[in-house]
């Protein structure tokens, strides 16, 4: 039990921490109209916002999109992660935590531009603000991108409960229910990655190389998990709509 808690702590604190850097809170209408213009007329992002892309975007469009987002993250997270391996600070006890609060942190920037290329509304509220329901479903995404099989589990039931609503209403009981468990598994699975970072480090003339590859191996197949679902409720929602 005493584990179960510190893992979940563990997620929270590299949750809240990763949050505060700048470029992780995406404002979505903002992040709409940038990436949308490319494609779409004026009235087309303006539709997009308030109604949603799935009534604007091709599928094509919507894919061409998101591997963009998916290689900028991957450039950035990679380059950060090979100077934090660099000779000269990887005795530092600040060093493994500040490697993950910055991977985390693009994990959540890239989920948050993947949900809303997607369809979803935004995550934060009117004062462009998280609430304790959208950190939940931030956690939730992470545990699909980590392969999770309760995070998927309570995100295939999520979007089928928001179906059957007609909107994109978000349960807060189904999210409840799952949460805690998904943050457990996160918070465990951080402590291994941070020990494989860790070794990385210690080894003064190969610690950015590896551990850059280990970002690299670990990020791209977080990012492709959470495309892939995101295809399959893409597909579940065109089914739906025949």
């Known amino acids: 039990m005493e584990n179960n808690e510190k893992s979940v702590t563990l997620w929270n604190k590299v949750l809240s921490t990763s949050l505060k850097l700048p470029f992780v809170k995406v404002d979505r209408d903002e992040f709409l109209t ?53 000779p000269g600070g990887w005795w530092m006890a600040g060093t493994i935590p ?47 991108m980590m392969g999770n099989k309760v995070a998927i589990e309570a ?17 807060e009981t189904v999210l409840a229910h799952y949460v805690v468990k998904i943050a457990q598994w996160i918070g465990i699975n951080m402590t291994k990655e941070s020990f494989a970072k860790g070794v990385g480090k210690v080894l003064p003339l190969v610690g950015a190389p590896i551990s850059a590859t280990i970002t690299y191996y670990t990020f791209r197949p977080m990012a492709r998990r959470l495309k892939k679902h995101l295809d399959e409720l893409y597909e579940m929602g065109m089914e739906h709509k025949k």
């Open 34 to 86: 940038k990436e949308l213009s490319k494609f779409c007329t004026p009235m087309e992002v303006i539709t997009a916002i308030n109604v949603g892309t799935l009534s604007v975007l091709s599928k094509k469009e919507i894919d061409k999109l998101a591997n963009q987002c998916i290689s900028y993250h991957l450039t950035m997270v990679c380059g950060t992660s090979a100077l934090m391996g660099l």
């Open 98 to 144: 500040t490697d993950l609060t910055q991977f985390y942190g693009h994990i959540l920037s890239l989920m948050q531009k993947l949900i809303y290329l997607y369809g979803w509304p935004s995550l934060t509220d009117v004062n462009k603000q998280l609430d304790d329901k959208s950190l939940n479903i931030m956690t939730l995404f992470v545990g699909v």
């Open 155 to 171: 995100l295939t039931k999520m979007v089928t409960q928001m179906s059957a609503n007609a909107g994109m209403k978000i349960s």
